[in-house]
């Protein structure tokens, strides 16, 4: 089965008039189903990319497929019924005055009868524990609460596609737990492909590949643990620093990166 995201050479520059690019022959693929993590510092293109991925950009130079169709100004109307996007600023994507009207918006656009809307709003709200808000006003939610109502959004869509740009960054490390092993459940039974712009490592760990991004390029892209076990200057995830730390003071520590999980097993010998 092919890539459901084929990206290649892609190029684009927010002026033109500059000889200044924000990507750089860009090319990376995505399997069905799989969780890639894309990471790099600030201005290294992560956003820009994730904006481009749904055609909410149009690069000046390469071509993306969506699941064998060429994202264009043609198809990509087409192409976003099968993709969501959650920004960082949950803000920017609300319309209903209700979080269960915020939730419906994009149902109603999809002209779907009133009970299946029902049931894919109940159950989108429950997955992110917001059913108790449902009559709320989105604007007087918390920070992390309008991010959550704004995931619901989304996954009340069951996308084959889901792409977050910093979406977690609002919750608390309780509901992003929760909600991470959420959108792993849903990646496991459903198929669902996630690719999640981060800079939280702890994330980016848990995904099954990492893209590193430097200046508009990929310069990395491989397991959690061939990018943080060699990539020194990345910031490493807990375990992995705490790994790191725990060599560095002299412990007889394995000399290898470490999963949380298998920080935690090596712990408790």
Known sequence: MPPIIEVNNLYFSYNQRIDEE??????FTVE???????????????????????????P???QIKIAGQVLNEESKWEIRQTMGIVFQNPDNQFIGTTVQDDVAFGLENLNMSYMDMETRIDEALRMVEMSSFRFSDPSRLSGGQ?????????LALTPSVMIL?????????????????????????????IISITHDMNEAASADRVLMMESGQVVRTGSPKSVFGDVLELEPP?????RRTLLKKGR?????????SEMEKWLCK
């Not at 309008?146 to 989304?154: N, Y």
């Open 22 to 27: 924000t990507l750089t022959n860009v090319s």
């Open 146 to 154: 309008k991010q959550r109502v704004a995931i619901a959004g989304i």
């Open 252 to 260: 007889n520590v394995p000399q290898r990166y470490m999963t949380e």
């Open 60 to 62: 000046q130079k390469g």
């Open 32 to 58: 069905r189903g799989e969780w890639l993590a894309v990471v790099g510092h600030n201005g290294s293109g992560k956003s820009t990319l994730a904006q481009i991925l749904v055609g909410l950009l149009s």
């Open 238 to 242: 807990f375990a992995e620093a705490l």
């Open 165 to 193: 740009d910093e979406a977690l960054v609002m919750l608390d490390p309780p509901s992003r737990r929760k909600l991470l092993n959420i959108l792993h459940l849903l990646k496991e039974k459903e198929g669902l492909t």
